[in-house]
Each structure stands twice: as C-alpha cells, then as structure tokens.
C-alpha cells in the first residue's frame, strides 16, 4: 500500500506520519490492499479554485475526490484509487462546529473522500447516502474509539 501525503499548507500544524497510518487503516478496513491513494492537505484558496475548475462551484469546499480509471495502476502493477484534497482551513473551522478536534476532522474528511473514490456518492440517492453515512461512522470508531461527529455533521 502507498500513501502520499503532501501538506500544500502553513496555517495548521499536521502530523503527517500519524495521518498516514490513519488513512492505511482506513484502506485495511476497506480492503482495499494493495493501492496507491494521493491525498493533498491545502488551504481555501487552492481547493475553491479546484472546485470551480472541475465541478464549477466557485467556492472552497472541505474535500474534493479525484477517482482514477478503475484499470489504471503504477508502474508494479499496484491500483491507482485516486486523489483527495482536504482544505485544512475548512476542516478547521468545520471541527469546531463538529466538536472535533483538527486530526479528527481531517480523518472525517479522508474517509469521506475515500468512499468517493470507491464509488459511492451520497447525492446519488438516500439509499447511498446512508450507505456511506453508516460506513463513514464505523470507520471513524474504528480508527477513534468511543468517539462520533456530533454538532452540525452530517457524516
């Protein structure tokens, strides 16, 4: 399994080697072993512009998924899941309203982000959106114990 993890951000001190470990146990619970997953931590400015370029919303937005081909793989022959860019700025401002910490908020965010690259996709229609509400939840347990997203979350 290889993650890559860039922190395109100075705003907010990350622990990227801990949140490594925290996206490989979300790939492990997912099986999705052996794969490649890029995730990009940046600020509002970068994703808004993202966001306008691919989905045409001009505005920053907490998680962006990129999904690749599902044939595509590097050059050992490992899947290539895709990419997720997380605005560290709105998941900071987000954590609070979700009395979450920042760690905490970012893995929400992954995970989310994740379960787009798998697929799913919880505008598609309510039956998915719980689908991934559901795994969303138990992946975040997973990786923090006895802990939920409450206040204004939706996940």
Known sequence: ????VRNGQRKHKI???LFKKRLAKILQALEQNP???SVLLTGDRKIKKLNSQYRKVD??????SFPQDSSAVDE???PL??????SVET?????????LTLDEELALLAIHGILHLRGLDHERSSKEARLMQRQTRDLFTLIFPGRQPSGTSNF
Do not use: F, N, P, Y
């Open 1 to 4: 399994m290889r993650i890559l």
């Open 15 to 17: 622990d990227s080697r």
């Open 35 to 37: 794969c490649e997953l």
């Open 59 to 64: 505005s920053a937005t907490d998680v962006l």
């Open 76 to 78: 050992q022959g490992i």
């Open 81 to 86: 899941l895709g990419d997720v860019v997380i």
């Open 91 to 99: 998941a900071a401002r987000q954590a609070k309203e979700h009395l």
